[in-house]
C-alpha cells in the first residue's frame, strides 16, 4: 500500500498538517510512523478531502466525519486496512530489531573470541620460534696508547727506570 507523508497530504487537501492529524483521528486512520517521519495511506486522501470539503461548506469536522464514513461504509474501511499493515510493519519491525541485536551479539562474541585466539596463537608462536639472543658483549677498558717521547727523553727512561724507582 502507497503512503503519503502528513506534509505532502496537507498539500494535497490545502489544509494544515494539524488539522490533517485531526481529521484522521476522527476517521479512525491509523498513522504509518517510520523514523521521525509520519504517513498517512494513499487510498484515505480522498476520505480527508470529502471530509474537509463539508467542513468548508459550515459543517462541523465530527459531524462532517460521521458522514463522509456512511458514505464511504460500502467502500473497504481503509482504517481496518491501514490498521492490519501498521500491525504487519510493527511485527516485521520487531522481528527485524532483534534480529539485529542478534547479529551484533554475535559479532560481539566472534570479536572477543578472535582477541583470545590471537592471545593463544602468539604464545604457541613464542614456544615454537624463541626469540633469538643477541650475544653480549662484556665492556673492556681501552688499552692506552704508549706515550711518544723525543728520544732523549726514552733514553733517560732507559737508564732511569723510573717504574722501579717508584717501586722502592
Known amino acids: 500500500m502507497k503512503k503519503i507523508s502528513i506534509t505532502e497530504a496537507s498539500e494535497l487537501v490545502k489544509v494544515s498538517r ?4 485531526y481529521g484522521a483521528k476522527l476517521l479512525g486512520i491509523k498513522f504509518i510512523k517510520q523514523g521521525r517521519v509520519s504517513y ?6 480522498t476520505i480527508l478531502k470529502a471530509m474537509y470539503k463539508n467542513v468548508s461548506t459550515g459543517m462541523s469536522p465530527s459531524i462532517a466525519a460521521k458522514e463522509v464514513l456512511e458514505i464511504f461504509a ?7 486496512e491501514v490498521a492490519k499493515e501498521v500491525s504487519n510493519n510493527n511485527v516485521l519491525t520487531n522481528r527485524i530489531e532483534t534480529l539485529e541485536q542478534a547479529v551484533m551479539l554475535l559479532v560481539e562474541e566472534n570479536q572477543m573470541q ?8 602468539d604464545r604457541l608462536e613464542l614456544q615454537l620460534n624463541p626469540p633469538e639472543h643477541k650475544k653480549i658483549e662484556v665492556w673492556k677498558p681501552t688499552k692506552p696508547k704508549s706515550p711518544t717521547y723525543s728520544t732523549l727523553q726514552r733514553i733517560w727512561y732507559e737508564v732511569t727506570n723510573p717504574e722501579k724507582l717508584r717501586a722502592n
Do not use: G, H, M, Y
Open 40 to 45: 498517512v495511506p494513499s487510498n484515505s486522501i
Open 74 to 80: 460500502n467502500t473497504p474501511e481503509p482504517a481496518l
Open 114 to 121: 578472535r582477541k583470545l585466539l590471537n592471545k593463544r596463537f
Open 18 to 21: 494539524d488539522k490533517i492529524r
